[in-house]
């Protein structure tokens, strides 16, 4: 087995399964947590990434096959996604940043649509290959419906685009805006929107306080 990752939470490998290139997503158990609540944490967490990288799919997400989930290892198999990350996609210039940046607001709005909360839509949680935007690592992802908890994710993909993209995050996140508006309609969209300064908003005077 290949180490392709080594996260804070878990260890990444890929290898075969059933003659397919698959990745192995282990989450180790981490010293300064209580051995029994790590290990319910953890199988906890397998469990929601398997069962929402599934549903993600049902509503029509691209996300990786799931191939096997074991709750006692704390591991998932899943289809290898041959491609790279949003990350450094957006680190290297005079690349389709606006025709991607779409794509990522359409997956986002049906994962929405959808009725889940994604919960780290960071840029390394977003794989691309010929075949479009990928989403990846649901062991956040919750069941919701919530305008707050959408605007949450839009946060967090703000925030992303600004730390690590400052240049470029203003035309990203307009496009993204364009795809994201594409799927869940205009009324939702601005809803979500108007949310999301919401929380800026709060998190703002909250740091002043
Ligand atoms: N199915 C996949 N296909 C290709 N690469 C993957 C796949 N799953 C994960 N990776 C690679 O491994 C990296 C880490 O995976 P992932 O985001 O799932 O773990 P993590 O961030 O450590 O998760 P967590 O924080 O939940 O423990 C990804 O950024 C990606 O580069
Ligand atoms: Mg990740």
Do not use: C
Request: proline residues 2%; neutral net charge; charged residues 30%.
């Amino acid at each position: 087995m290949k180490l392709v990752y080594r996260g804070a939470e878990a260890d990444i490998f890929s290898d075969e399964w059933a003659g397919e290139k698959a990745i192995f997503k282990f989450r180790k158990p981490l010293p300064y947590r209580h051995p029994e609540l790590d290990a319910e944490i953890r199988a906890q967490r397998t469990v929601r990434e398997a069962e929402i990288l599934h549903d993600a799919k049902s509503s029509g997400v691209s996300t990786p096959s799931l191939y096997y989930v074991s709750q006692r290892e704390s591991l998932i198999v899943m289809e290898e996604i041959e491609g790279t990350r949003l990350k450094s996609f957006l680190e290297s210039p005079g690349r389709d940043r606006a025709r991607v940046s779409t794509e990522f607001g359409i997956a986002v709005g049906r994962l929405h649509l959808g009725g889940i909360m994604h919960g780290d839509l960071t840029t390394s949680n977003v794989l691309l290959d010929d075949g479009g935007v990928h989403l990846i690592d649901f062991g956040l992802a919750t069941h919701s419906i919530r305008v707050e908890d959408h605007a949450v994710d839009l946060r967090l993909i703000k925030e992303t685009l600004i730390g690590a993209h400052a240049e470029i995050a203003a035309r990203v996140m307009s496009s993204f805006v364009k795809g994201y508006t594409r799927e869940v309609g205009e009324a939702r969209a601005r809803t979500v929107g108007r949310k999301l300064i919401e929380i800026e908003r709060r998190g703002r005077y909250a740091r002043l306080e």
